[in-house]
């Protein structure tokens, strides 16, 4: 089946612009995260969701950061104002249930930079 | 802190040589993955070990476990090239937390 998707692949985005970046979990994943990575770091949580709510956002870095799963399925992170300091690879994960017990199914990633 | 330290940060061996990662954590755990990255995009999962088991194999991969010790070793037999990647371990506490990521260890198999 299919696995996790994520589009854009690759964004160019100017300072202080809005972007959004899509999630396709795994169908029936009820679990799903978001992580950013910088370049020769682990991936950095960012905030996970168990259906439709934010079960964590405590990684997300400040208030211009925000994300949605208004149907328990796809996943949309917003970014404003965007800064330099942005620019990552930013990456979308799934589990059955919360990953504590599970595994996570990871996306491609999409690449973010911002100029 | 969940996170955990993966040692060596880089590691470079010859094809056909055994590579040993070495994971270490602070909290109690639950369970603990590994996962690998190929080119900074997405990880995969490679293997669980529960925090009653002490090793598990998959293929030519086999993972200790000793949670006195608070560690977790990754060892990767009969290297390839294709085995270039980063490695990652993921302890986790409980079923209610996501998994949170170290740094990695970034193997390099030389043909």
């Known amino acids: 089946g299919a696995g996790v998707s994520q589009t854009p692949s690759n964004k160019v985005t100017e300072k202080g612009k809005y972007v959004e970046l899509r999630c396709d979990p795994i169908?029936?994943?009820?679990?799903l995260y978001w992580y950013r990575q910088s370049l020769g770091q682990g991936p950095e949580f960012l905030i996970y969701?168990?259906?439709?709510?934010?079960?964590?956002d405590s990684g997300l870095p400040n208030d211009r950061f925000f994300a949605v799963r208004p149907e328990g399925s796809v996943s949309t992170l917003k970014i404003q104002r965007t800064e330099r300091g942005d620019s990552a690879v930013y990456l979308c994960?799934?589990?059955?249930?919360?990953?504590?017990?599970?595994?996570?199914?990871f996306g491609p990633g999409t690449r973010l930079t911002v100029l | 802190s969940q996170q955990g330290e993966e040692d060596p940060q880089a590691l470079s061996i010859q094809e056909g040589e055994n590579a040993t990662m070495n994971c270490s954590y602070k909290?109690?755990?639950?369970?603990l993955q590994w996962y690998r990255q190929n080119s900074g995009r997405g990880l995969v999962h490679l293997i669980l070990?529960?925090?009653?088991?002490r090793e598990k194999h998959s293929g030519r991969l086999r993972v200790t476990l000793d949670t006195s010790k608070k560690s977790s070793s990754l060892l990767i037999t009969a290297s390839r090239a294709a085995d270039t990647a980063s490695y990652f371990c993921?302890?986790?506490?409980?079923?209610?937390?996501?998994?949170?990521f170290g740094k990695g260890t970034r193997l390099s198999v030389i043909a």
């Open positions: 070990i529960r925090s009653n088991e």
């Open positions: 169908s029936g994943h009820t679990a």
């Open positions: 993921a302890p986790s506490p409980s079923g209610n937390t996501p998994l949170v």
């Open positions: 994960a799934s589990s059955l249930r919360l990953a504590g017990n599970n595994e996570q199914f």
């Open positions: 909290t109690s755990i639950n369970n």
């Open positions: 969701f168990q259906g439709t709510g934010a079960a964590d």
